[in-house]
């Protein structure tokens, strides 16, 4: 059990430019080599050469109209005053569109322009003639040859990405086949004994293997093709064996991971071993433990195996490569001015790279940052763009404006309804049905609890608010909040949802809980929601209400940000009970005390009331059956309210 | 040979709604039903029902760190004064980061905070323990369970496009298979007696057949799959037949062209009899003969046969189906707000699709209109949008500033040297050189003659002109005209090549032409360059030196805009000379009657000459022995002063 823990922690932009540089040197950045494939499969892929026409379009004169052609001075003369006759068959000789011209004439009068005469004359052979009354300019209506493309013309340059008009043109340039770049081959081997084929019966411990799938997918959209190569064990020579096997079929060998310096991790030794390490360590959050290497003439990257961290890493170290390689530039990022809701603390000395939710609140983009969690690739998905916040920062205010990169389009975000506030699984289900019904909406929402919610409604962070919150004194939910922190602005308070809360313990209720009063219980550990939360005043509610002192509950420190968080607490033995909505507990298969019915309501400042989007959620809210349908499967719902205005002002 | 000569010509938007309104009623909108595949194979593919996690990840209570799991209890009071030691196996588990949390334990200490010591005891097993300097809290450095992904949450809505992150998320959450759409199959039968497969040798009428590759490429694009059928005949039994067919197989059927009405169209009346034409003509140019129609309940358009007219008509009527049929939102043009170059007149009551080059001169977008003919396919593949003029409007005047639809992006068309003016050959090979060079670079050149080009540049619209403007008073190249257009800007003159200017002539010289004198014979017709090309002054002044009428030439009135098009006319018969470079006669095999040597310059306003991008292309035309050579196998070039600056002021 050999460990090295000390990694290096090279600069980001100086380990960018060492990789690079040393790439280049070594000649690793130039364009792969062509292949010729047939033009109709060389969608997306990139001219290796210049692509000359070998025949001109049209390759000979031809109609550009329905019509007559004619000799141009056979129609001298002709007026409306004088029209003139040409005999058809000799003078004029009829041609569609496209048709080749005939040897001799020169000019076309088109089919509009010309009146047909049956020839009454008593000899006449049955022909017809036509009768004209304009003359016709030389090489009128004709698609002279090369119109289109002159043979030898460049249709396309080198390093262009042919589109769909370019098949066109190097097909009717006398083409069948086109040189194109040999796709870069990015071979990915999966690594360490915890990892498991998706699909397979899982045992604890077990980690399903699913970063290949995103590192492939990635290459993909970058124009190269990735193989995956199996599972490879924690085992140095088996890795050794890997990647000298992956050298002669890539042209970039991605290990993930084993990149950490963990006991087991043999990632960065199998290259040294093999070849050289260039570096090992970066100083960025997430995606420190990357490697850089080389093997035999072929860039290695040692990927760490948090999801977060493989996918930024890749994306610094691997995305120019597979641009070079293809003869492309990497087209730049996509970004996006905007405003932070709250402030973010972050390490000094490293780069961060922040995922952050945005929403176009009135005329400002708004972001709010998501799990800064390595391992959380739902903060990915989740996630509309990157804040990359400098090594020697340590942190941005409230309200900092900054650019960030985009992962989604500033149409989509525009699109989307931000809904900040208390959690209710009912959101989820009506977020699925907007994109269902209108699929350019979307409904994204944050949990920061019914208080954050209204806070960030008054700022301006949010469309709206979902709030549960149970003014003490009047007994009343979410209107008395509403009048003291909107006294100036027009707020509309309507009803999703009445739902039940309670406590939630492990299915048969092993430490037999009946209420509020067993948390004082020496054997009863409890987890809390966060302060802000409309279930967190409820729980002090209850507990005031009996007299509980909070300090006499064990773990009533530890919060929660969701129901569904505390019903994982539960279901997995971190606490004993907590308190959440029946939902929660259908969901997972837990026992469920009810303490109280409480009502969901989601608040909408007047001014966003009216617009489309929100016309349009309110519309699925108060008449989509599959929603109400979904809603009520879920357990402890109430719907007769849904959709209700409950207050205005 | 029956003929309907009219068409409807239904405007623009009215034929998109009657189109869509009547593909709505019949429920051809609604998206296609789902198939379920394997995750790995469904990047880009859009999901047709919620993806919801089935189980947690990670699923069990696992390491966040390298280090040693503990209970916290066991570490409370610990301190740098007095450090706590553990057992190790005891009271302290190794693990690596991901390890599953052995069962009762709570907490990891790094392995950072941790000295490993050799237990000294007489009767030591040989076991170490671990020395701690702080204590632990409860579930530090552990993932719980659901860290990233809760059982039953929801990871992907439906209509939504997979992308690589998601892949990740989805085989996390514990699927192996994902059901998607089915993709839009859209069936594109091309038809036309005239129509020859790519690669047939060619007879004069034959047209070979490129169009399906661009549609079906576009459909592609858009998501959806196509098969292309083999070419019918103008048969209207085999039509009917193909078109049955494909309705079993494709959910749009595609028939390119017989659109029109000419007495061999035979896809209007195909579907009249099948099932129904909807509409057939549209008030739009180019793209006026559409058909769209049903039969038996699937949408079947019938695409022009022009190749701009089948790129805008698809686009406008089947794209929306596509996306439709998808479950998903089109995406919105990409626009662009740009200043028009010159003047464009359009016909009343239609609507004209322009392409559009379009240049960043200093900060402004500026775009010329390229070829307006629907037979040329190389005006789509050169342009960078499309501008639409209303039927309504009779054209714009230069100057107007439009919003143009993009075809590539702002970043690519900043990146774009415009150079306008004067034609070489030796333009297109810099314009290849150039984007091998440096991928992020283009080269675009218009060709609007000598005088044109330097007037373009003095209006701003231009980076560069090639001229080569012959002063008959000094007998001096460029620069008294530069002098006098720009009599207050700074202006840089540079040599690209000196070339070899001769009369063309069929091989073996038929005609026996000999010089400018034999032009005024009666059986010699003349090609000639447009007003304010270079080669039409060098014209220009050998007539008036012979003292030759210009009425005396025969076809002195026929104008080409390149070298390349006086070498076709000729090479073709349209003409039996013309005066162009030596360049042209080579690549086209022609004849060559030497009659200058003239001086080929590049002018460039000072402004843009210490530009990065033209810093760059000067270090070609200068250094780059790859062009050179290429520049002398054409034949006739002198390029002893490439690059030598010539005059500046």
Redesign the interface.
């Known amino acids: 059990m050999s ?1 090295n ?1 000390y990694l290096e922690s090279t600069p980001l932009q100086e380990a960018l430019s060492a990789w690079s540089g040393r790439l280049r040197s070594e000649g690793l950045l130039h364009p792969l080599e062509g292949e010729k494939i047939p ?2 499969d060389s ?1 997306g892929r990139v001219t290796a050469e ?1 692509v000359m026409a070998v ?8 109609s ?1 109209m ?1 019509g007559y052609a004619v000799r141009f001075y056979d129609t001298f003369g002709a007026s409306e005053r004088s029209p003139k006759r040409l005999r058809k068959g000799e003078q004029a000789v ?1 041609v ?5 011209l005939p040897d001799g004439f020169n000019a076309v009068i088109m ?2 322009d010309v009146n047909i005469i049956k020839d009454r004359h008593p000899e006449g052979t049955g022909e017809h003639s036509i009768e004209i009354i304009s003359s016709a300019t ?2 009128q209506h004709i ?18 990405r042919i ?7 190097i ?2 340039g ?3 086949g086109v040189t194109v770049r040999k796709r870069p081959m990015v071979v990915i081997i999966p690594t ?1 004994t ?1 990892i498991v084929e ?2 397979t019966a ?1 045992r ?2 077990d ?5 290949s ?6 290459v ?2 970058w124009g190269g093709e990735y193989v ?1 190569y199996r599972i490879v064990p924690d085992d140095l020579e088996a890795l050794k064996g890997a990647i000298l096997d992956a050298h002669s079929l890539g042209d970039v060998i991605v290990v993930n991971a084993g990149a ?5 991790d043999y990632t960065a030794r199998a290259i040294q071993e093999l070849g050289e390490v260039i570096l090992h360590g970066v100083s960025m959050k997430p995606g420190k433990p990357v490697i850089l290497g080389l093997v035999k003439g072929k860039p290695v990257l040692g990927i760490p ?1 948090y ?1 977060v961290s493989a ?1 930024l890493t890749l994306r610094l170290f691997a995305r120019p490569l597979v641009y070079s390689l293809q ?3 990497m ?2 990022p996509e970004s996006l001015r905007v405003r932070l809701s709250r402030r973010v603390a972050s390490p000094l000395g490293h780069e961060e790279f922040l995922r952050v939710k945005v929403g176009k609140v009135g005329d400002t983009f708004i972001a709010t940052p998501v799990s800064r ?1 390595a ?4 903060s ?2 989740r996630a509309d763009g990157i804040a990359r916040i400098p090594a020697q920062s340590e942190g941005l205010g409230a309200g900092t404006e900054i650019d960030i990169e985009l992962l989604r ?1 500033a ?1 989509e975000i525009e699109n989307t309804i931000v809904c900040i506030g208390s959690h209710d699984n009912a959101l ?2 009506l ?2 049905i907007i ?2 019904r209108y ?2 909406l ?1 409904l994204s929402s944050a949990h920061v609890g019914s208080l954050g919610g209204l806070t960030a409604l008054k700022r301006g962070e949010a469309h709206m608010a979902g709030t549960h919150l149970l003014d003490e004194e009047t007994g009343e939910y979410n209107i008395p909040f509403i009048k003291r922190l909107f006294p100036d602005t027009k707020v509309v308070l309507m009803n999703l949802v009445y739902r039940e809360q309670g406590l939630l313990v492990p299915k048969g209720n092993p430490k037999n809980i009946r209420g509020f009063e067993d948390l004082t219980r020496r054997d009863v550990t409890f987890v809390n929601r966060q302060t802000g939360a409309g279930t967190r005043l409820l729980t002090d509610k209850y507990l005031k209400d009996l007299g509980i002192n909070q300090a006499d509950v064990r773990g009533y420190e ?1 919060e929660e940000y969701t129901h ?2 505390v ?3 539960v ?2 033995g ?1 606490a004993d009970t907590g308190l959440a909505i029946l939902a929660s507990a259908v ?2 298969s837990l026992d469920f005390i009810p303490v109280a019915k409480e009502r969901y309501d989601i608040a909408i400042p007047d001014r966003f009331f009216q617009t489309d989007m929100i016309r349009k959620l309110i519309g699925i809210i108060r008449e989509d059956a599959e929603l109400k349908d979904m809603v009520a499967a879920m357990g402890g719902y109430d719907l007769s309210d849904m959709g209700k205005i409950l207050y205005e002002g």
Chains 1, 2 share one sequence.
């Not at 799938?213 to 990635?218: N, Y």
């Not at 950490?260 to 087991?264: I, K, L």
């Open positions: 460990r823990i033009v109709a969608l210049a025949i001109s379009s049209p390759f000979y004169h031809s550009a329905d009829y569609d569109t496209g048709d080749p089919i509009e030389p090489w698609r002279v040859i090369g119109e289109d493309i002159v043979a030898t013309e460049l249709i396309l340059p080198e390093n262009q589109r769909p008009v370019d098949l066109g043109a097909l009717a006398g083409h069948t360490g915890e998706p699909g899982l604890k411990g980690i399903i293997e699913s970063n799938r995103v590192l492939g997918g990635m993909t959209e995956r950490s310096a963990g006991s087991e195996g999801p996918f003869g492309l530039e087209p730049g969690g391992g959380v690739l739902m990915l998905v389009s149409r989820d289900l977020a699925n994109r269902k699929p350019a979307s530890r569904m968080g019903a994982s607490a279901l997995t971190v969901a997972l």
